[in-house]
């Protein structure tokens, strides 16, 4: 809201025809503020004489941009703009405050008037559009910064892009080359061409459609980790969750993950207590922390090291699932940066992976209402931790 006033009733006194009291009025929507309007202006239009005066109304509401501008801190509130310097009253009592400084503002007006005879060079008063001139620099300079912002923001998820399909192009290769070799090998076997036809039995058979499946199942989890880090990290995960037994799960990652496992002969250790609670999850969400976690975990555990997965009742709303490895451990100072999205430790950049898998499975647990977070020992080794909430859970 702009409401002008500006009293005419008589000229300005000689030398001062440019230059009048200039007052900006701050107002909220309240009732009381509203009377205060309506008093301020009764004693402005009694003081006024001689000296004219220009009034301008703001309602904070509607432009708060000034509010922070003149360092506002309550309303209703008046600045006198000119005679500089500025000066700021505020109150429940501004007819009153104002009736005991025309006095004084007439004074300085009158001071002003005769610097300006005496020195015609001496620069103009502000006036009303100077305001509204600083508040639009103000909003264009928020709109910079918020520009600026976005700008550094789509660089970064273009660079985040380019490295992805860069990685994309290595990590993809091998599950895919794998599961193309399987295929190929089953189908030569039921070749209607003699000379191509090799006689697999079928257990071999059965075993190059699981080893197919395995990579399968490998690529699609790598394509899904990237569609969801490539979201806002400010946008939540949507779950579809429901009662489910966590111990079956697990196994069940475990034997797609088994072959991995056996080619490194790690060994492979568990705990999975028959009594555990149902849990109140999404079932392809966690199965997708289990991959992830499990997958690091073979990763950085080396040949002949051990691998440990084990599950407790922690408390009688959570379960706590733990998957350590017999690895080089964590950094104490990087263990909370390890679940930024593309985050890597420096030994590993030149490493297979992308670095979003802890990422995404952050992301899941704490759609869940859970908690994830790593441990390392003085000798080396990590354990990821998570929890999850017990059935019947209400989120």
Not at 46 to 51: A, D, F, G
Not at 271 to 286: G, K, T
Not at 351 to 366: F, H, N, T
Request: glycine share 4%; charged share 20%.
């Amino acid at each position: 809201m702009r409401d002008d006033m500006e009293a005419s009733n008589s000229a300005p006194p000689s030398g001062s025809s440019s230059h009048q009291l200039q007052l900006l009025l701050f107002v909220d929507n309240r009732s009381s503020s509203q009377e205060q309007l309506l008093e301020v202006r009764q004693m402005l239009e009694t003081l006024s004489y001689p000296y004219p005066f220009k009034l301008e109304v703001i309602n904070v509401t509607e432009q708060p941009h000034l509010t922070e501008h003149f360092k506002l801190i309550a309303t209703p509130a008046l600045i006198r703009l000119y005679p500089t310097p500025q000066q700021i009253l505020a109150g429940t009592n501004l007819a009153a405050q104002i009736e005991n400084w025309w006095p004084r503002w007439q004074q300085i007006l009158e001071e002003e008037s005769q610097s300006l005879l005496q020195d015609p060079a001496l620069s103009l008063a502000e006036d009303a559009s100077s305001i509204h001139s600083s508040a639009e620099l103000l909003r264009l300079a928020d709109e910079i910064f918020r520009l600026k912002q976005d700008k550094l923001d789509l660089e970064a998820q273009l660079r985040f892009k380019d490295r992805i399909l860069a990685m994309l192009a290595h990590d993809l290769r091998n599950p895919l080359t794998a599961a193309l070799l399987a295929i190929d090998t089953v189908a030569i076997s039921f070749s209607p061409d003699e000379k191509r036809k090799a006689c697999l039995s079928p257990q071999v058979t059965q075993q190059m459609l699981q080893q197919a499946r395995t990579q399968l199942r490998e690529i699609d989890r790598m394509v899904t980790d990237i569609l969801q880090t490539s979201r806002s990290s400010n946008q939540s995960l949507v779950t579809q969750p429901h009662k489910l037994q966590l111990q079956p799960l697990c196994r069940e990652v475990v034997q797609q993950l088994r072959e991995q496992i056996s080619t490194k002969d790690q060994q492979l250790e568990t705990d999975l207590p028959s009594d555990l609670p149902f849990i109140y999850a999404d079932r392809e969400r966690i199965r997708q922390v289990f991959v992830n976690l499990l997958d690091n975990a073979i990763k950085y555990t080396p040949r002949g090291g051990t691998i440990r997965i084990s599950m407790l009742h922690r408390t009688s709303q959570k379960v706590q699932v733990s998957i350590c490895d017999t690895g080089p451990g964590i950094p104490e100072e990087k263990k909370d940066q390890i679940f930024e999205a593309s985050f890597r430790l420096k030994r590993d950049e030149a490493a297979d992976g992308y670095g979003i898998g802890l990422s995404v499975c952050q992301r899941i647990i704490q759609s869940h209402y859970g908690q994830i977070w790593v441990t390392s020992g003085t000798g080396g080794g990590s354990c990821f931790h998570f929890t999850l909430p017990v059935y019947p859970y209400s989120f």
